[in-house]
């Protein structure tokens, strides 16, 4: 991906030098002479660095637009000979860092990929931030709404099995009637209410699948934070889901030495369990499921990945956005991986998928061995409306 | 075919009265655990959308098994169940929750001695294996009760023939 770096400055020959010294494949250039005009071409062109010359009347007004703007670029200061104070003070202002004129070809390079390098960090931990609200926002609603549902599908859920029993009954009661044209025809109403409840019934079992989903994403339940071992919760979960698999998927195991983990355990079942379930539902004919644990320094490494069909590379952008799905209405709910991602999150760790089309997908897990500050405050769930 | 959970009254002593009473503040619950109650049950049942008015009604009426949602605006499901405890500990007790909650779960079990806890939406059949299960408890608490009150009759009857014989030969 190239950086796209402005000039800014009156001096043509300051900007000539600096379009010399950064002539490179990686780097997009562009030039304005004027700083309002620089401001507005900020919006259009959104460069990841700008790089100012500081002949300009105010450059602690520049900085402080510029950083009002969306795009937020990080500014490097191209500073004269014997300005170094002027310098640092517009570093205070918000500067990313100056280079003193005369300048050297090699440290400008130097200097202007550091200052990509941090943009580009900037709008990872930008991107996280938004991500991890959004992510919290989103669990309040989700839980009104579950909490909102819960009540009306159980009446309906226990509604329908109390019709059922009362067709039944009712059937018991005419089978025992002599024959008759108003018996045969009871008995067709009673059919037909027998067949409406029983559609009622599995209709409400879907709804109550989908709420459990809401439920469980909302809150992560709260049972208790444990040291425990990783593989017990991956061989219990895969016995779980194992009977769900189609025959044509077999689960290659590749355990490390793993010391016991600091977590909520049936958290962590829960995002195995998914991963497992989306992994076997990616096969199509023949495949394998591989799921590998190791030790890595402070950290544990569990990758489960599958020889499925692998996904889109537009897609990977939104797997883990609760929603996202590919299965079609009624299959898919798409609140699997956001599960995973915020129970991940919630234990300081983080996830990462890897796709190839057509060859298969990897999800990486990166789990802190010790209980991380996050971790430990993260699942205390807000007070919420309980039961109802 | 056989109906599954059936709560039969010959099963918990014909000659008494059982009763159940059920509180939520959403009158849909009470319809439906109503109707549940009269398709699949002998019991008789009350219900009720006011914690406090069911308190009442257990206090005069008494009660065999109480089934109460935790969350309720003017009285929770926990406290409203520790008043029924302590009115009557045999009374089995119920929670009826929206979220399965093992930790509140397990503080609820040991606060109010919970018999059991039911998740929103509940499964109907497993509901009524609970009430049926809950009611031969009371049942077997009252038998034992009994029991023991005759044992202590039987044992001071024997006290007193002792005193008499004791009073003849001395
Ligand atoms: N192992 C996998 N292989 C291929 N696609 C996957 C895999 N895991 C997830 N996906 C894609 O991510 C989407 C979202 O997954 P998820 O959040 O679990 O929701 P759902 O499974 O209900 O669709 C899926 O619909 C699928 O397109
Ligand atoms: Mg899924």
Redesign the pocket.
């Known amino acids: 991906m190239n950086s796209r770096i402005l000039i800014v400055g009156q001096p043509t020959e300051i900007r000539e030098t600096l379009r010399n010294a950064l002539q490179a494949p990686e780097w997009e250039l562009r030039e304005e002479p004027d700083a309002q005009a620089a401001l507005d071409l900020v919006h259009e062109y959104s460069p990841q660095v700008i790089l100012a010359a500081v002949d300009m009347l105010d450059v602690t007004s520049f900085l402080e637009q510029l950083r009002s703007t969306r795009e937020a670029p990080v500014v490097v200061l191209i500073t004269p000979p014997g300005s170094r104070e002027r310098a640092i003070q517009e570093l205070r202002a918000g500067a990313h860092d100056y280079i003193l004129m005369p300048l050297a070809p090699e440290e400008l390079r130097y200097r202007v990929s550091c200052a990509v390098e941090r943009k580009r960090t900037l709008d990872a931990i930008l991107l996280q931030l938004t991500q991890a609200e959004k992510m919290a926002s989103l669990g309040r609603l989700v839980a009104g709404v579950a909490h909102e549902l819960n009540t009306p599908i159980a009446a309906i859920y226990s509604n329908s099995d109390v019709l059922s029993r009362s067709v039944r009954r009712l059937m018991g009661l005419v089978s025992d009637l002599p024959p008759s044209a108003e018996k045969r025809e009871i008995q067709a109403v009673l059919e037909v209410l027998s067949n409406t409840s029983e559609v009622d019934c599995i209709a409400c079992e879907r709804v109550i699948d989908v709420v459990r989903n809401l439920k469980t994403f909302a809150r992560l339940d709260e049972a208790e934070r444990k040291a425990v071992d990783i593989h017990e919760g991956l061989d219990s979960t895969l016995r779980l889901v194992e009977c769900q698999f189609k025959s044509n998927v077999h689960v290659s195991k590749d355990y490390g030495e793993l010391p016991p983990i600091e977590c909520y355990p049936n958290q962590l079942n829960e995002v195995f369990m998914?991963?497992l379930?989306?992994?076997s539902?990616?096969?199509e004919g023949q495949g394998i499921i591989k799921i590998r644990t190791r030790r890595e320094g402070d950290s544990v490494v569990i990758t489960?990945a599958?020889t499925?069909?692998?996904?889109?590379a537009a897609?990977l952008a939104?797997?883990?956005?609760?929603?996202?799905?590919?299965?079609g209405p009624g299959?898919?709910?798409?609140?699997?991986?956001?599960?995973?991602y915020k129970i991940i999150q919630a234990h300081g760790g983080t996830i990462e998928?890897d796709?190839t089309m057509g060859k298969?997908?990897t999800?990486t897990i990166t789990l802190p061995l010790a209980a991380s500050q996050r971790a430990t405050s993260v699942p205390v769930p807000e007070p919420q409306p309980h039961g109802g | 075919m056989p109906e599954t959970g059936t709560v039969e009254r010959s099963t918990l002593g014909s000659q008494e009265y059982r009763g159940l009473v059920v509180v939520d503040d959403e009158e849909i619950v009470l319809t439906s655990l109503r109707s549940l109650i009269a398709i699949a049950t002998d019991c008789r049942i009350d219900c009720y959308t006011e914690p406090k008015q069911a308190l009442e009604s257990i206090r005069r009426n008494g009660a065999d098994l109480v089934i109460a949602d935790y969350s309720m605006p003017e009285m929770d499901g926990m406290e409203f169940l520790s008043c029924v405890r302590d009115f009557d500990p045999e009374i089995t007790r119920v929670l009826l929750t929206g979220y399965a909650d093992k930790d509140s779960a397990i503080k609820a079990i040991n606060q109010v001695a919970l018999f059991h806890y039911v998740e929103k939406p509940w499964d109907n059949d497993q509901l009524l294996l609970i009430i049926r299960n809950g009611l031969e408890r009371r049942l077997l608490l009252k038998q034992v009760r009994e029991k023991i009150s005759r044992l202590d009759d039987a044992h001071a009857e024997v006290k007193e023939m002792q005193m008499k014989l004791l009073k003849a030969f001395l």
Do not use: R
């Not at chain 1, 939104?318 to 299965?327: A, L, N, V």
């Open positions: 998914n991963l379930v989306n992994a539902e990616a096969i489960i599958d499925g069909k692998g996904i889109l897609d939104k797997i883990f956005d609760p929603g996202f799905t590919t299965k299959v898919g709910t798409g609140l699997g991986l956001s599960i995973v998928a796709s298969g997908t999800f």
